[in-house]
């Protein structure tokens, strides 16, 4: 990552001004320069600096042992887990409820967490969903599925929508929660409200790369989304959207 906490004073410091401030031990062996570390703004463990070099920009890096949601893609570690203990039930009343209210889901998403969401990335998120059998987490409301369906997929600017004339999305999205969280259920089952971030990348050089974190250009924590966005009035949705998610829940009863 580029930005990290500075080691002594209560803000942020870039790595190419990190480098710059605190220089680097020198090659004489009796130096005893202990180089200050600057800390992860997402899990506060201590980070190391790498200096720059041709083709490789200065950065902060994570020791190995460390768990921090900035070294997994796409939301890991919570999407890979399946519920231990399924309630299909639920799961099955909660899908039909969604497919009731998409719309509502849609325009939370799109507008408050993902800009540029295309058609096809919301319904990716549901596909992943259903993989994972996220519906069926016993205590799931409707209200959380938006933060759990933006953890289960990157969203790079090549599967994004692009408005007619304009330029989409510039840069690669991640979103994590703190460190804390190690399960989906801790959203709706620990106390305090865990803070969504949403990580923008310097997108990779190649269509197939994926961005490293040491390409971490920023990271913001999100205000969660409107208190009862679900019982606003119906938002306007483009019709090619509507069509298009109306197809995929025709080729998927299990929303039925
Ligand atoms: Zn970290």
């Not at 719309?103 to 799109?110: G, M, S, V």
Request: glycine share 4%.
């Amino acid at each position: 990552m580029r930005v990290a906490k500075h080691p002594f004073e209560n803000r942020d410091i870039e790595a190419a001004v990190f480098g710059k401030t605190f220089g680097n031990q020198t090659a004489d062996e009796n130096d005893d320069f202990v180089q200050p570390r600057a800390r992860c703004r997402t899990c506060n463990s201590e980070l190391s600096f790498v200096a720059a070099k041709t083709r490789r920009i200065a950065h902060f890096r994570h020791r190995n042992d460390v768990f921090c949601p900035t070294k997994y893609p796409a939301g890991q570690p919570y999407v890979n887990l399946i519920p231990h203990a399924p309630d299909d039930v639920a799961g099955a009343a909660l899908r039909q409820e969604f497919r009731r209210r998409w719309k509502w889901h849609y325009d939370a998403i799109q507008r408050h967490l993902v800009p540029f969401l295309s058609t096809k990335e919301f319904l990716a998120l549901l596909g992943i969903a259903n993989e994972h059998r996220s519906w069926d987490y016993v205590g799931l409301t409707q209200e959380m599925i938006p933060y759990c369906l933006v953890l289960m997929a990157d969203f790079p600017p090549g599967t994004g929508y692009v408005p007619k004339g304009r330029e989409g999305r510039k840069l690669w999205f991640r979103f994590w929660y703190e460190h804390r969280m190690t399960d989906l259920r801790d959203l709706w089952i620990v106390d305090g409200d865990p803070v969504l971030h949403r990580a923008s990348f310097q997108p990779p050089a190649t269509k197939r790369g994926r961005p490293a974190y040491e390409d971490l250009i920023a990271d913001r924590a999100l205000h969660p989304l409107p208190a009862n966005f679900l019982e606003a009035d119906a938002p306007a949705v483009p019709t090619f959207v509507v069509e298009q998610v109306d197809r995929w829940f025709t080729n998927h009863p299990e929303f039925e």
